[in-house]
T-cell receptor
């Protein structure tokens, strides 16, 4: 099956710093990538959708200046949490789709802890 | 209209028993209904999926039953094993996005 990787798997940072998370589709070209946030024992919340070479589309309530998304190539998307604060601590998961949005393959997730 | 309602929130089943998780949706524009399995600290993995033109799909011990008129679908896990203990999410999607249910934490007693 299609494989999606994320790096890093865990990151701890100080409040006020920025953190970049990478999402890669390893064996297919992802025309669309998605970024989700998941709180403990909760469901996945879609943050934004990005298409290669285009600006990301953010869901209502998600600060675009806080969560910068770049989809520079068909195999790589990055999420940068700018000026991170403790409330940004969460599990961030990306997914990638080659064709339709409903056929998404998920990455293993990144645990972000902001001290 | 974008909601997917999932029940129960948690479920405990004896080893060898049948685990049943139910979901309901509202938006008739959804055309793909996947189920995901998630272990702690990991991303969700696609388990099985169905399209609305089919009433049932079986893959190994996992079966989806789909009732289009009632806008309901369910996951049945036959011969449940301790390794099946995980959180299960139903979802509904169209061309644009996937909407997830709130999840069911399944625990299989050894």
């Amino acid at each position: 099956g299609a494989v999606v990787s994320q790096h890093p798997s865990r990151v701890i940072c100080k409040s006020g710093t920025s953190v970049k998370i990478e999402c890669r589709s390893l064996d297919f070209q992802a025309t669309t990538m998605f970024w989700y946030r998941q709180f403990p024992k909760k469901s996945l919340m879609l943050m934004a959708t990005s298409n290669e070479g285009s600006k990301a589309t953010y869901e209502q309530g998600v600060e675009k200046d806080k969560f910068l998304i770049n989809h520079a190539s068909l195999t790589l998307s990055t999420l940068t949490v700018t000026s991170a604060h403790p409330e940004d601590s969460s599990f961030y998961i990306c997914s990638a789709s080659e064709t339709r949005a409903n056929e998404q393959f998920f990455g293993p997730g990144t645990r972000l802890t902001v001290l | 209209q974008q909601q997917v309602k999932q029940s129960p929130q948690s479920l405990i089943v004896q080893k060898g028993g049948i685990s049943i998780i139910n979901c309901a949706y509202e938006n008739t524009a959804f055309d793909y209904f996947p189920w995901y399995q998630q272990f702690p600290g990991k991303g969700p993995a696609l388990l099985i999926a169905i399209r609305p033109d089919v009433s049932e799909k079986k893959e190994g011990r996992f079966t989806i039953s789909f009732n289009k008129s009632a806008k309901q679908f369910s996951l049945h896990i036959m011969d449940s094993q301790p390794g099946d203990s995980a959180t299960y999410f139903c979802a509904a999607s169209n061309l644009d996005k996937i909407i997830f249910g709130k999840g069911t934490r399944l625990h299989i007693l050894p």
